[in-house]
């Protein structure tokens, strides 16, 4: 006998528009530590790759809670 599958239930409108936010800040931060890095300025670098740090921590916030 074959159980069946627990049953989804759809994403809040909140969960879908914080993940995109999330995930848009978290590329243009990483870009930009990335973008100073390169161009050896470190003093904007870091707290940019901070900030990318930030923006994930969020993004596990809002997946635990939306679980």
Known sequence: MQEKPPQSRPVP?????????????????????????????????????GLALAFLALMLLVERSAA
């Open 13 to 49: 409108v909140y969960v879908a528009i914080a993940r995109i936010v999330i995930v848009s800040g978290m590329s243009f931060t990483a870009a930009a530590a990335i973008f100073f890095f390169l161009g050896g300025v470190w003093q904007v670098g870091l707290p940019a790759l």
